[in-house]
């Protein structure tokens, strides 16, 4: 872990950060049960939780981020059982989750005929998507709300997903009640997403878990690539950015650039490198990917060059982030 990935923000913590102890938990949990907004960590990254069975907290949630509303979010339950009430499983669904959750995979299913989620949450699909976290943090809030939880990463709208509690007071300030302070997020990079609603599993965003992981369980898997229109809406081609401009490769320094590295041999040129892993290890990569993009983002460098990343198991995710990051179109 880097040490510039540590702020300075320990003595001006905001009022609304607080470690993640057992009481600050079920205070958390009672905010949620009456409507107001509550981060935690995930295993991945901070989650901006609201009840997801209240139309108003759900508006909240795309009101804070300035989410475009027709991106529906993930619903976040402490068991399968309880998923159970909200999505329909089929065989393929259950044994995909007893192998992955609890854990950093969303699956994508029919809405359950008595779904009790508002509808703003699967913005008008037939489908939900639901996730079992593994942090302990997260298990003991979902416990103790006792309601489905929605939560999308706890970030405004297409800017860098929060990995420690500081990004998100950051980001959204006081538009969240609770931030639950719980440390660096594990995982570091989003859950997978995949859709099982329909014959054909297929995967809408590379995340924590890998392709080749799910395909060991149930077979070849369709990767979507936003070709036959936006299914997993979250996947709009600039999204993750940080505010300074950021390119794809690290040939020819640019005055003031600073990289972000992957692996022992570094380039010359650049003023300010931070590594996403200098053994070249994934796993540290994807833990390190967003809060070095934050770091680096206000290191008023002029702009960001980064190093490849091999495109095999967490590669993908962190290269799908990293183009995404690039994207010049910055819409969202
Ligand atoms: O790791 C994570 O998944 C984090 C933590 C907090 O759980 N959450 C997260 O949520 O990344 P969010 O909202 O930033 O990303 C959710 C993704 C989006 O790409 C969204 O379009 C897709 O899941 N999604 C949600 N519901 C869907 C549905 N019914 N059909 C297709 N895609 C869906
Ligand atoms: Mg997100």
Not at 6 to 23: C, E, G
Request: aromatic share 4%.
């Amino acid at each position: 872990m880097a040490k510039s990935s540590k702020t300075s923000r320990t003595q001006d913590k905001p009022a609304n950060v607080v470690p993640a102890v057992d009481a600050a938990i079920l205070e958390a949990a009672d905010r949620l049960r009456d409507g107001a907004l509550v981060a935690f960590p995930t295993e991945t990254v901070y989650g901006l939780g609201g009840d997801a069975t209240d139309d108003r907290a759900v508006a909240a949630i795309f009101e804070a981020k300035g989410r475009p509303s027709f991106n529906p979010l993930i619903v976040h339950l402490p068991l399968l059982e309880k998923a159970e009430a909200v999505a329909a499983f089929d065989d393929r669904a259950r044994s995909v989750a007893a192998k992955f959750w609890p854990g950093p995979l969303t699956l994508v299913l029919p809405r359950a005929p008595d779904c009790p989620v508002s509808l703003l949450a699967s913005a008008g699909l037939e489908t939900i998507a639901v996730r079992v976290p593994g942090h302990p943090v997260a298990h003991a809030l979902l416990n103790a709300a006792d309601r489905p939880i929605a939560a999308p990463s706890a970030n405004r709208s297409g800017a860098v997903s929060p990995t420690r509690a500081e990004h998100v007071a950051d980001d959204l300030g006081d538009a969240v009640a609770m931030i639950l302070d719980g440390g660096a997020c594990p995982v570091g990079i989003e859950s997978t997403v995949l859709d099982l609603s329909g014959e054909t599993p297929t995967l809408l965003r590379p995340g924590a878990v890998t392709a080749e992981a799910i395909e060991a369980e149930i077979g070849s898997l369709k990767t979507e690539d936003g070709a036959e229109g936006v299914r997993a809406p979250g996947q709009l081609e600039s999204h993750y950015a940080p505010k300074t401009p950021l390119r794809l490769g690290c040939a020819n320094p640019r005055p003031g650039e600073a990289l972000l590295a992957f692996g022992p041999d570094l380039p010359s040129g650049f003023a300010t490198i931070l590594n996403l892993s200098e053994a070249g290890d994934l796993t540290e990569a994807a833990a390190n990917l967003f809060a070095h993009l934050h770091a680096l983002d206000a290191a008023g460098a002029s702009g960001i060059a980064t190093m490849a990343v091999p495109e095999d198991g967490l590669g993908r995710a962190i290269n799908d982030r990293l183009r995404r990051a690039a994207a010049h179109d910055r819409e969202i």
